[in-house]
């Protein structure tokens, strides 16, 4: 069966640290990945698809990055964090053409301070 | 682009009581619809979805929704709620008929808080 690992579970940096969140799915290949973002009293908002390696995709401008450096491997990126990057990052995957059902990892709380 | 609302943030039942939570959106095209839910300390899941046909579909734990295209409306409802659906619920929508890379780009409400009191 598939899983979706995304780690770790909360997280608090200073404005102006570096971030690395991981995603890794298992049981299945050559997924769709995702990373969405939900921000307090607001709806999830995708950051950034991929629909395989190295293929990265931005659906909004921001302090963010992605990068998918193996098939199952997404990872979330910034170089220097702003408060407005305080919010809960969800990871999912879905298969290739079948993108209409999502799975979701359980996500990461990040509060910048 | 599409957007979400979704109209109650909080809604606290007792249960028994019958549940209608509410989805708007706003897209000038045929669309697909969806509910996701998030039990306590569990991901979120696929709770249901319409792409064509029937308006009216059911999901899993008797829960089910409407389409009503002329109010752009797909609010979720379940007759007799149960303390286990105590979860926060998001309506989400995608253009239909996207292919590659469009898929799973949903757009997401923001979000209902459900209580369920026993």
């Known amino acids: 069966s598939q899983t979706i690992h995304q780690w770790p579970a909360t997280l608090v940096q200073p404005v102006g640290s570096p971030l690395s969140l991981e995603c890794t799915v298992e049981?299945?290949?050559?997924?769709?990945l995702y990373w969405y973002r939900q921000a307090a009293g607001r709806g999830l908002q995708l950051l950034f698809y991929s629909v395989g390696i190295g293929q990265i995709s931005s659906e909004v401008p921001q302090n963010l990055s992605a990068s998918r450096p193996q098939d199952r491997q997404f990872i979330l990126s910034s170089k220097k964090l702003l408060l407005s990057d305080s919010g809960f990052y969800l990871c999912a995957w879905s298969l290739q053409g079948r993108g209409e059902k999502l799975f979701f990892g359980s996500g990461t709380q990040l509060s910048v301070l | 682009a599409q957007s979400v609302s979704q109209h109650n943030h909080h809604v606290i039942l007792s249960e028994a009581a019958s549940l209608e939570l509410g989805c708007n959106y706003s897209y000038g095209g045929t669309v697909n619809l969806f509910w996701y839910v998030q039990y306590p300390g569990q991901h979120l899941q696929l709770l249901l979805k319409y792409f064509s046909g029937d308006p009216l579909v059911k999901g899993i734990k008797g829960f089910e929704a409407e389409f009503i295209k002329s109010k752009f409306s797909f609010n979720l409802r379940k007759p007799s709620v149960q303390w286990s659906d105590t979860a926060e619920y998001f309506c989400a929508v995608k253009p239909a008929n996207a292919g590659g890379t469009s898929y799973g780009k949903l757009t997401f409400g923001q979000g209902t808080i459900l209580t369920v009191h026993p």
């Open positions: 049981g299945t290949s050559n997924p769709n």
